[in-house]
């Protein structure tokens, strides 16, 4: 029987005995059939400790389990990332989500732009962004992660450009001088402009280098939107982070 890792939003301390929620339950009991006194890892999230417990009481809609005890997680990049991803069309979304999860990325901004091709708004968008991060927290219980990424609100390009902030702004361009890895480095924070499929508008890059979005140059390749994410945070973390 496989020792899942679970989420759950939840304060836990040793000895606690705690109710699932109805994800945990759906996880844990619905689907990988466990039954009491099976183990089980939990993370909240938050506080970076990942909690073994134990299952106590398993009935039809609910279950309880006891926090046996607990382990510092230290896996997280030295880098903090938010990448703001042009909001793409089904499952590359999602695969970006994801994989960038996966890659170490801090937060996820979905943005608007004159190419994302995607039309939400209201209760469409507010679903959208629910999936997005429920698509996160799997991601976290799938690589061992105890910090969740959030999923920022979905803005349009031009408001997310214009925050201000101490970080290293980085917008992919095929004509750019300076590749990633020979890019001067002088923050760990950093944001990552990576457009849609389609890629920005030549306006929209003007506007990035405007508010001092450096350009930098991937490859001699035009990649899609997802293998674009991919491959700039994969270089970021090789170069300044924790790959290698």
Same mark, same amino acid.
């Given at each position: 029987?496989?020792?899942?890792?679970?989420?759950?939003?939840?304060?836990?301390?040793?000895?606690?005995?705690?109710?699932? /929620?109805? @994800?945990?339950?759906?996880?844990? &009991?619905?689907?990988? !059939?466990?039954?009491?006194?099976? *183990?089980?890892?939990?993370?909240?999230?938050?506080?970076?400790?990942?909690?073994?417990?134990?299952?106590?009481?398993?009935?039809?809609?609910?279950?309880?389990?006891?926090?046996?005890?607990?382990?510092?997680?230290?896996?997280? %990049?030295?880098?903090?990332?938010?990448?703001?991803? $042009?909001?793409?069309?089904?499952?590359?979304? /999602?695969?970006?989500?994801?994989? %960038?999860?996966?890659? $170490?990325?801090?937060?996820?901004?979905?943005?608007?732009?004159? !190419?994302?091709?995607?039309? +939400?708004?209201?209760?469409?968008?507010?679903?959208?962004?629910?999936?997005?991060?429920?698509?996160?927290?799997?991601?976290?219980?799938?690589?061992?992660?105890?910090?969740?990424?959030?999923?920022?609100?979905?803005?349009?390009?031009?408001?997310? +450009?214009?925050?201000?902030?101490?970080? +290293? @702004?980085?917008?992919?361009? *095929?004509?750019?001088?300076? %590749?990633?890895?020979?890019? *001067?480095?002088?923050?760990? @924070?950093?944001?990552?402009?990576?457009?849609?499929?389609?890629?920005? %508008?030549?306006?929209?890059? /003007?506007?990035?280098?405007?508010?001092?979005?450096?350009?930098?140059?991937?490859?001699? !390749? &035009?990649?899609?939107?997802?293998?674009?994410?991919?491959?700039?945070?994969?270089?970021?973390?090789?170069?300044? $982070? /924790?790959?290698?």
């Amino acid at each position: 029987m496989t020792n899942p890792r679970i989420y759950q939003d939840t304060p836990f301390a040793l000895e606690q005995e705690f109710e699932l /929620d109805d @994800n945990a339950f759906g996880h844990a &009991v619905r689907v990988l !059939r466990h039954k009491e006194g099976d *183990p089980l890892r939990f993370f909240n999230g938050q506080d970076g400790y990942e909690y073994q417990a134990t299952l106590t009481q398993v009935k039809k809609k609910t279950a309880f389990a006891q926090v046996t005890d607990r382990t510092k997680v230290e896996n997280e %990049s030295p880098l903090k990332i938010e990448l703001g991803q $042009g909001i793409s069309r089904g499952d590359r979304m /999602d695969f970006t989500l994801q994989k %960038s999860v996966e890659l $170490g990325v801090t937060s996820i901004t979905p943005l608007f732009t004159e !190419r994302c091709g995607v039309k +939400l708004t209201g209760e469409r968008l507010a679903k959208k962004r629910e999936q997005w991060q429920k698509i996160v927290i799997s991601a976290c219980e799938q690589s061992g992660r105890v910090f969740v990424p959030t999923v920022n609100e979905p803005v349009w390009l031009e408001e997310w +450009l214009s925050i201000e902030t101490d970080a +290293l @702004n980085i917008n992919l361009h *095929p004509r750019a001088e300076h %590749s990633i890895m020979s890019l *001067p480095f002088d923050s760990q @924070n950093i944001r990552l402009l990576i457009g849609p499929e389609g890629g920005l %508008s030549d306006e929209e890059i /003007d506007k990035a280098s405007a508010a001092q979005f450096k350009e930098v140059l991937l490859g001699p !390749r &035009v990649l899609r939107t997802e293998t674009a994410a991919l491959t700039a945070l994969t270089a970021l973390q090789c170069r300044y $982070g /924790d790959l290698g």
